[in-house]
């Protein structure tokens, strides 16, 4: 493995640590007005490079997405990620079965088989992330400042995935 395909593998696995167990994101989208944010179910699945959503098609999100695919996604709980990358909407009928829950029933009172279903996928491009709970870093960063050092430690980053 190359330097750079082992330093996007850290990238990803570090976001993958960060986003396991917020259960909802926010979803930003380009709208002809500006942009526009909205709660979304984070997936149970590891992240890969990819983050999935479940949308239906007669939401305006759907037509913004067709539109503008360019998106951000927001993490906010044990850490704080925000993600920017190019949505696409997938009709797959196997995925939509495999990342279905007895949460979607009630969220989006639909089944699994509704044809109106579709999945978001969001290839990641790049994510800026900071460590809330890594108080080493605070604490070192603090010491920094006071001292009026150079500190190499940071407590955001931004990765490209």
Request: glycine fraction near 4%; hydrophobic fraction near 40%.
């Amino acid at each position: 493995m190359t330097t750079s395909a082992a330093e996007h593998q850290e990238a990803i696995e570090t976001v993958r640590r960060l986003i396991k167990g917020i259960d909802t994101a926010m979803l930003t989208t380009v709208t002809s007005e500006g942009l526009v944010s909205r709660p979304m179910k984070t997936q149970e699945v590891e992240f890969d490079g990819d983050l999935w959503f479940l949308t239906m098609k007669d939401t305006s999100k759907f037509d913004e997405l067709k539109d503008h695919p360019d998106v951000n996604v927001a993490y906010a709980g044990k850490s704080y990620v925000s993600i920017r990358g190019k949505a696409e909407l997938v009709n797959d009928r196997a995925k939509i079965k495999e990342l279905w829950n007895t949460a979607y029933e009630k969220l989006l009172d639909t089944t699994s088989d509704d044809p109106n279903l579709v999945l978001i996928k969001i290839q990641a491009e790049t994510a800026e992330y900071w460590e809330t709970g890594n108080l080493i870093k605070v604490v070192k960063r603090l010491f920094a400042k006071v001292t009026g050092q150079k500190s190499d430690t940071e407590l955001n980053r931004i990765v490209d995935l």
